[in-house]
């Protein structure tokens, strides 16, 4: 698997150990905390990494625009958004869409540009900016919830509309 880096750019730690975004928004440490892991364990490609940053009732929904792709656009539970999670961070480092089924574990391409995972500001919460070869390639954002276990992320958002990228590869 070729090697994902993840940076975190424009922060800053304030006296109370809260990090401030680059527009000086106030940042839940749990929420980034589990935004940073789950990035992570994107770039590892450990499903069970991935799973342990998911509430049991999780709902990823992914955001193509108008482009078609079989992967599907939703995942309801860990296991199909542990899946599809993967499969996309597959599908983003080898350069396009899915060219297999949902249900079919994601494997990972012998050779692949190299993504790069930065942590930003996403609405005002700690998301994950998504680049290959200094493009944009997705955004993603978190709304966490309490778990018997602690927090963990109830809802993920991954926009890799092109459209809706372009600001984020304005010069």
Do not use: Y
Not at 89 to 96: K, M, N, S, V
């Amino acid at each position: 698997m070729e090697r994902i880096t993840i940076t975190r750019d424009d922060q800053r730690i304030t006296p109370d150990d809260q990090w401030m975004g680059p527009g000086h928004e106030r940042v839940d440490p749990d929420h980034r905390r589990l935004v940073l892991a789950l990035g992570a364990a994107c770039e590892s490609g450990d499903p069970v990494a991935v799973a342990a940053t998911l509430h049991p009732a999780v709902t990823l929904i992914i955001d193509r625009g108008r482009h078609a792709d079989p992967l599907p656009a939703t995942a309801r539970g860990v296991a199909a958004s542990t899946a599809l999670l993967l499969a996309l961070f597959d599908d983003l480092a080898a350069g396009g869409p899915a060219t297999r089924p949902a249900t079919r574990p994601p494997t990972v391409p012998a050779t692949r540009p190299a993504l790069s995972i930065r942590e930003r500001s996403v609405n005002g919460c700690a998301g994950l900016l998504v680049t290959r070869d200094a493009r944009a390639v997705a955004v993603l954002t978190a709304a966490t919830a309490p778990t018997a276990a602690g927090p963990a992320i109830r809802t993920l958002w991954i926009v890799t509309s092109p459209a809706k990228l372009q600001h984020w590869n304005a010069p």
